[in-house]
Every structure is written in C-alpha cells, then in structure tokens.
C-alpha cells in the first residue's frame, strides 16, 4: 500500500466515524425529546372557554382548564365544601361542580379559572382560581371574551 492510498484509507474513516456521531446524537435527540414528551403528558393542561367546551367536547377523561365569568345566581352550596356554579363566556355557560374551600375573592360576576374534566355536561373541578383584585382577570379569560367581542377594558 502506498502513502497516497494510505491516506485516503484513513480520510474514508474520518468521514464515516463523523457519520456515526451525527447519526447517534441524531438519536439521542430524538430519544430525548420523546422522554420530554412522556414526562409532560399529564402536565400539560389546555385552556378551553365555555363556547369551545360546547362546540368541541373534550376527549372523556382530559383534563383541561376552563374560564369565564362566574354567572350571577348559579352558585349553590352544598353539603360540607361542595359547591356548584355555572361560568360563562357570555355565548355558552357550562355548569361547574367543585368540592373544597373556594379562593376568597371567588364571586359572581368574576372571572375565574377551573382546572378539571368533564363529567358528561358538567365540569368537575379540582382547582378554582379567582381574580386577586378588582380588575384583574386572567389573559385566557381576557382573549376568550374578547374573542366573542363582549370584553370591555376596565382602564378605559
């Protein structure tokens, strides 16, 4: 063998171990992503509004968070911590169960946010968040009502 072929022999194997690294942290990207993926599966959880809720029903068991405007009259006291109420974007309302304590500034009129699942026409929530001051109201609620055209900035 000469020194020329020698030398090309050993370029060829530059080459193709420079392939393999690619190909393999190619993989490693891959495979990482989707455990990234798998680990957030459950912690991911989607804003819907009433109107989406209606429209398109979620799949059964997803959970997802919803908000609106707590309707005036809906809520309901039950036995110990239940509660029930209805939130509306003020095109659809969706009826709302929800067993705890509620936030202190939870009330109707407000606008609020449920984490939960639907349970046939009803969500069942296991978190309500209520605004913390009187003009504050969650951007998710903000950009569903503006979407239907009702909103009305306080600063204006």
């Given at each position: 063998m000469s020194g020329k072929q020698e030398f090309?022999?050993?370029k060829g194997l530059k080459k193709q171990r420079r392939i393999q690294i690619v190909a393999l942290a190619?993989?490693?990207l891959v495979g990482a992503t989707a455990l990234v993926g798998y680990a957030m599966r459950d912690g991911i959880n989607f804003f819907r509004?009433?109107?989406?809720?209606?429209?398109?029903?979620?799949?059964?068991?997803?959970?997802?968070?919803?908000?609106g405007l707590v309707v005036?009259?809906?809520?309901t006291r039950g036995e110990g911590t239940e509660v029930a109420?209805?939130?509306t974007d003020t095109n659809a309302t969706v009826p709302v169960r929800y067993t705890g304590?509620?936030?202190?500034l939870f009330s109707e009129g407000q606008g609020m946010v449920a984490l939960g699942r639907m349970e046939g026409e009803t969500f069942v929530a296991t978190e309500v968040l209520a605004k913390h001051d009187e003009t504050y109201m969650p951007k998710e609620v903000v950009d569903a009502l503006k979407a239907q055209g009702v909103y009305q900035d306080p600063d204006s």
């Open positions: 090309r022999g050993l190619a993989v490693a509004s009433p109107s989406q809720v209606v429209s398109e029903p979620p799949a059964p068991g997803e959970t997802f968070r919803i908000g005036e009259g809906s809520i109420f209805a939130v304590v509620l936030p202190d």
